[in-house]
């Protein structure tokens, strides 16, 4: 009986053992390919800044191929806007470009905040980014910027807290320019103005099945925003999105 006993803990050592065997196998893979990965990433990283130094000219003057590189990098986990305050250097996209990137995006950034500002009279604070990038390339002698390019600068401005941010309505990227937040009522109610130009009362409600008292508060919130104007000579009174409405 005592035999069997110990025949029986012996099983069970070896049993521990193999598991711990196989444990330790395990984190050596595991760390093997950690090792791997990690050089292919740095070699990838050195491939990537070559590349950049080569296209240098291209990176700066055609948003095109400014967008895929910054799509090269995000690939591998390189964030080329991002500068080390390690490296009095900062990031090699700001020693491509000969200056802090973050100049490029903050200039970028102001003449977006003075268009936006310009033209909230005539849109109410909300400004499609297309519109936006057609303005600012329209300025010669200044290198084309994309779309991406925009919604980039827009996002450094967050931050700030200044009311400006980047809203996606009807399929659209639009600049807000307005200190308070779309809520959801609100979004809706701008996306249906991006059919005719304008909504009433009776066409969120037969449409969204919204009750009559909360499509009159929504639309009096938008008007006190300055996000809608009310033609008070249409029978049903319309609500006009600004960007519709020409002199």
Request: aromatic fraction near 8%; include cysteine; glycine fraction near 6%.
């Amino acid at each position: 009986m005592s035999m069997r006993r110990g025949v029986g803990l012996a099983a069970f050592d070896n049993h521990e053992r193999t598991a711990q065997q196989y444990s330790d196998l395990g984190s050596t893979i595991l760390q093997t390919h950690i090792s791997e990965l990690t050089d292919q990433l740095l070699t990838f990283q050195t491939a990537l800044k070559r590349f950049a130094k080569s296209h240098a000219d291209e990176i700066r003057s055609d948003p095109v191929f400014r967008s895929e590189f910054v799509k090269m990098c995000s690939a591998i986990g390189v964030d080329p806007l991002a500068s080390s305050s390690a490296n009095k250097k900062g990031s090699f996209w700001a020693e491509l470009l000969g200056r802090d990137v973050n100049d490029f995006f903050f200039e970028l950034a102001v003449r977006i905040i003075e268009i936006c500002r310009r033209t909230r009279d005539e849109n109410g604070g909300l400004m499609l980014v297309e519109d936006v990038k057609a303005r600012i390339n329209s300025v010669p002698g200044r290198p084309p910027v994309s779309q991406e390019d925009i919604v980039r600068a827009v996002n450094t401005l967050a931050p700030l807290g200044h009311g400006f941010g980047i809203v996606r309505l009807a399929h659209k990227d639009f600049i807000r320019s307005v200190p308070q937040e779309l809520n959801r009522d609100q979004a809706v109610a701008i996306e249906a103005t991006q059919a005719l130009g304008y909504i009433s009362v009776e066409i969120l409600r037969d449409n969204l099945r919204w009750e009559t008292a909360r499509c009159i508060a929504v639309l009096d919130d938008l008007v006190a925003s300055g996000l809608v104007w009310v033609d008070e000579q249409a029978r049903p009174k319309e609500y006009w999105t600004p960007s519709w409405i020409r002199p």
